[in-house]
């Protein structure tokens, strides 16, 4: 079950391929027309202060980063580097959300992950040369602070800084599994029921009532979970005549809890245990029958 989306059109004035040319006797990259130079403002330094990679980090650390970034201020469904683009520089995202997506052969759009504020954009971008293995797309403005290549062997020499790196890519890692093996080895109705547990705490669930907010749009919805609009919609409206949801909007409130996790095929454990975290997904389009949008564009 694939989403049907088509990918999105790329030209070179809606969109900037986020590639930082290191040029011999140049504090700088390469800049766009969106970019914002050096000096930095004091934003950028408290937002690499507060950001996964460098929190708690030494101020001369940060001040050398600072020294050699680049912000790219990126407008809606701008791509910041395509699957294939070289791994020229890596990016701390300071206001906004990234998707990262890859495309099937015949337009199968499935949405991977999200780059929330303070996230890495590609962390393996820090430890080897190497393509970029997915597309990343912006929906709403983004700001992302990039740091060029060249500045990646002096941050190579810091062990607090590398430790930090290879925690968040075991992490990246472990949810990947967790994503290969929920589009693999579930029917749909799993999917979707554990993707909309994954966004409850644990003492929400206790309670057996939860408010859950869905993307604006089902067409980030169903690349995320690996289906066809129609199907998602169909699954949606089941759920909701069985009275285990009820829609509003873009929120769904899940009326029993622990119907949903039998939905969901989870284990003992998982069922006990804390929830996983979310990412919330953004998009546009118009309404559906289950009262919330839908488009026929792709996110």
Known sequence: ????????????ASCFEATLEATAGDDFASVEPGDVLAPPPSAHASALRESALFRGLSEALIDRVLAHSVERRMRERDILFFKGDPSDHVGVVLDGTLYKILYGPKGQELILDAIETGELTDEMALVENRPRSVTAIAYGPVRVLSIPRR??????????????VHALMYDRLRKSIDAMEIMCLHRLESRLARHLLSTIDAETAARGVADVALPPTQS???????ASRP???????????????SCAGNTVRIHDVDALRGKACLGKAERTGAAREASSWRGY???????????????
């Not at 049907?4 to 790329?10: F, G, L, S």
């Not at 500045?151 to 930090?164: D, H, S, V, Y």
């Not at 998602?232 to 759920?239: H, R, V, Y």
Request: hydrophobic letters at 40%.
């Open 151 to 164: 500045c990646f062997l002096t941050l190579r020499e810091e062990p607090a800084l590398m430790q930090r």
């Open 285 to 299: 389009g118009d309404v559906s029958p289950v009262g919330y949008r839908s488009d026929s564009r792709s996110p």
């Open 231 to 245: 199907k998602l919609n169909a699954q949606l409206q089941k759920w909701q005549r069985t009275g285990l949801i």
């Open 220 to 226: 980030i919805l169903a690349a995320m979970v690996n």
């Open 1 to 12: 079950m694939n989403a049907r989306a088509t990918p999105p059109d790329v030209d070179a």
